[in-house]
């Protein structure tokens, strides 16, 4: 059975077209954050992604309790075991944008479980992706590859940050590239 409840996309003319019949621009910010680090990249890439129009965005919450030392020892396992664990319903259905971004914390050289179940259930909805972890220090590429498997869209762009330097705020110099390349897919 699927660990997320159902969500209904709606058909994509209902979220596009406006009564002026231009199309929208959508780009929806998905992502899990145990301890604040990939949140506070995607806040980040949310104010640098505000203009023309704001991107919605969805925090993902699996229903473990991942706090302390157990919490971390039972995120590991399931992290290393790959598990699908249960999620709290998304609002948002990512089918209905023209890029999703997608952010998780690097756990065992891979991705969170909360960002696992989400494309697991989601992945092949998504038209355009852009992938991004937050790491120590390891994992980048092999966290944002094996995300890009489980979406059958095209992945616009991938990248990763060190937490060390998301403290420090340096992470925001780096997200140029990445930025440019969710932009140009927006504009497609
Ligand atoms: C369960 C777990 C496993 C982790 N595994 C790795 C790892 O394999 N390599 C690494 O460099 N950092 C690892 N980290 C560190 C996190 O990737 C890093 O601190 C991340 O920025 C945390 O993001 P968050 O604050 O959004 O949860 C791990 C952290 C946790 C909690």
Redesign the pocket.
Known sequence: MSPIPPLTAAPPSAMHDSPGGHRSLRTLLV???????????AESLVYALTAPQAPDVEQLHDTKD?HGPIG??R??AD?VGRKIVPIERPALHPANYDVVVI????????M?SAVRAYLGEFGPTIRRAALF???????IEDTTAEMAQMIDGEVVASGG???KL?KRDEHIGLMDEFLDRIREAVDV
């Open positions: 992502y899990y954050s145990r301890t604040g680090t990939t949140k506070k990249v991942r971390f020892l995120a590991v992290a952010g998780t914390p690097v756990w065992a050289d891979t969170s972890c937050t790491t120590a220090s390891s994992g940050f060190r937490a998301v």
